[in-house]
């Protein structure tokens, strides 16, 4: 399949530009997975690679504008189609990598296809460089270096925080079974226990946890209990069936004990790349956020991670 323009008389073909194109669409996406490590999946890269071909087609048989527009938003869908994650910031890391990759891989292909004079165009008329506008290449070279600088930097800190951030899934016995799902990083510095029942202590930010809280325990943070010396005999008079879902961990505050309170789930499930497992925790609840941003809502004991927390 070829297409003739009569101007230049440039014959572009088809199949050639799908193959190249396809080829390097493949590539891209291939490094782009292997490079913020997430499954490469064949069957999606090929998707991938499908959609790409749209500008392509669109170059041959619509309007430029179409073209200019299919160019812009055909990555997107690329890396949504080859990289069904859930988070956004990690759909937004894979977009940044398969464009400095594309910038980057796609630039020397290009420079390379005309050094070699494979068509004897590039260096026709329309594709020429004046020698006042080389200062434009080692511009754009350093630009394009400066990214993927700060995007690798952003890699690495990411792949470090994979390390002992963990998955969480906690049952706390609300209506309707929901569930809390959360992110979790390990402290080694968190060495609070329940002090009934020994089990190691999760720390999760109280807003996060509200939701998948049961309306006894909702209704009971509205209570001033922090006002209280001793808040135990406040539990036993506001609602003694809460004594065996809540708990008041004691801790060392700046001049002072203090208090927090703790709930004690039917259920916490770790996620890790091993797989998933039971873990007994008992969960405090902290008023402050834990990451500003956003990356873990709850402080793990180490005891979780060593040996399950059992």
Same mark, same amino acid.
């Given at each position: 399949? !070829?297409?003739?323009? =009569? ?35 064949? @069957? ?24 200019? =527009? ?59 460089? $004046? ?10 070279? $350093? ?15 990411? /792949?470090? =925080? ?49 939701? $998948? ?44 004990? /203090? ?16 797989? /998933? ?13 834990? @990451? /500003?941003?956003? !990356?873990?809502? $709850? ?12």
């Amino acid at each position: 399949m !070829e297409r003739m323009h =009569l101007m230049g008389v440039v014959e572009t073909y088809l199949d050639l530009d799908i193959l190249i194109n396809g080829g390097m669409d493949a590539l891209i996406l291939t490094l782009t997975c292997r490079l913020i490590r997430l499954p490469v999946r064949p @069957s999606r890269i090929l998707a991938g690679v499908i959609l790409g071909e749209i500008p392509v087609l669109l170059a041959c048989y619509s309007p430029p504008q179409w073209t200019t =527009l299919s160019k812009v938003v055909i990555p997107f869908l690329m890396v949504g189609v080859a990289f069904p994650v859930r988070r956004l910031k990690i759909f937004f890391k894979a977009l940044v990598g398969f464009w400095l990759l594309s910038a980057g891989l796609g630039g020397f292909v290009y420079a390379l296809w005309g050094w070699v004079q494979f068509d004897n165009e590039l260096g026709g008329g329309l594709c020429s460089l $004046a020698l006042n506008n080389l200062w434009v290449l080692p511009l754009v070279a $350093a630009m394009w270096w400066l990214l993927q600088h700060l995007w690798q930097r952003w890699q690495e800190r990411n /792949s470090v =925080l994979e390390q002992i951030i963990y998955d969480l899934e906690i049952d706390f016995g609300g209506q309707e079974g929901e569930v809390l799902c959360i992110k979790a990083l390990l402290d080694t510095g968190n060495h609070l226990r329940d002090p009934l029942t020994g089990f190691p202590v999760i720390l999760l930010e109280e807003e996060v946890a509200a939701s $998948a809280m049961p309306d006894n325990v909702r209704s009971f943070l509205t209570i001033p209990w922090k006002d209280y010396a001793d808040p135990w005999p406040l539990l036993w008079k506001v609602n003694p069936s809460l004594v065996k879902h809540l708990v008041f961990i004691p801790f060392q505050a700046i001049e002072r004990q /203090s208090w927090l309170l703790g709930i004690r789930p039917e259920r916490v499930t770790c996620f890790d790349n091993k797989g /998933s497992r039971q873990i007994q925790a008992t969960v405090a609840l902290v008023k402050q956020v834990l @990451s /500003s941003e956003g !990356e873990y809502q $709850a402080l793990l004991h180490p005891e979780h991670v060593q040996k399950g927390g059992d």
